[in-house]
């Protein structure tokens, strides 16, 4: 944890330097956030894509649309994130459905925002999710846990993990989650965390480890050294500007 600060404070101090390529780079890492977590879920739209999606409103021809439907969500989702982060305010249960509303506004209106009505299953994994009547309760467990924690880097994957294991919706939970995460680490003064396609496995197999074992050291060590190697590519991004 004192590496990760000590890289925090090297990152806000370049921040603080270079406002105008700070935000820039927030831009490009808001449309990355995106398609790795869509990329994540199956989502076919590659990374070029996903930009024309977002900034220029293009439709990739033989994509689905559904994909396109996710990327603009999702997108509108972050920034969302970003506004509750700047304000300040303990998380609330609610600010969870709001994340997931927003999450499938487009691509699944009539599951966006509302809790699983219907037992949830995963391909392949060997995993009980709490039955539709016990989900209110432990969200609202969960929801009071939230406003009563610091945000940390160890709060924020925490909070990830509770929230896949209550598995809440019928779908979007990942894609919830890793916002969840991600808004908890903006409020403790740390960048986003993109967990990119190529990394899925590692990503599965760590929560399953933990899901199973109860062992929780994989899969935090796992989230930390993404929160680290993308500190240290916001570092170097701006320290290429120093250069200059």
Request: hydrophobic residues 40%; negative net charge; charged residues 30%.
């Amino acid at each position: 944890m004192e590496e990760l600060e000590h890289l925090r404070d090297r990152w806000h101090a370049l921040r603080t330097r270079f406002r105008d390529s700070a935000r820039a780079f927030d831009a490009w890492v808001d449309v990355e956030l995106t398609y790795t977590s869509n990329a994540i879920e199956g989502g076919t739209l590659t990374r070029r894509e996903t930009a024309l999606v977002i900034e220029k409103e293009i439709t990739v021809a033989g994509k689905p649309l559904r994909d396109h439907l996710e990327a603009v969500d999702h997108h509108h989702a972050v920034g969302y994130v970003r506004s509750l982060a700047a304000r300040g305010e303990p998380i609330r249960e609610a600010d969870i459905r709001e994340i997931h509303r927003m999450v499938l506004g487009r691509s699944l209106a009539d599951e966006a925002g509302r809790y699983s009505t219907r037992q949830r299953f995963i391909a392949g994994a060997d995993v009980r999710f709490p039955t539709p009547a016990e989900i209110g309760p432990l969200m609202g467990d969960f929801g009071q846990w939230l406003g009563s924690v610091p945000a940390s880097p160890e709060t924020a994957f925490e909070a990830h993990y509770r929230l896949v294991a209550i598995h809440p919706f019928s779908n979007g939970n990942g894609r919830t989650a890793r916002l969840l995460m991600n808004l908890i680490l903006l409020k403790a003064g740390y960048p986003p965390v993109a967990i990119g396609p190529e990394e899925r496995l590692a990503y599965l197999d760590a929560i399953d480890h933990r899901q199973r074992t109860g062992d929780a050291g994989p899969y935090m060590a796992f989230l930390r050294d993404r929160l680290r190697a993308d500190l240290e590519r916001h570092i170097a991004e701006l320290e290429r500007e120093e250069r200059a």
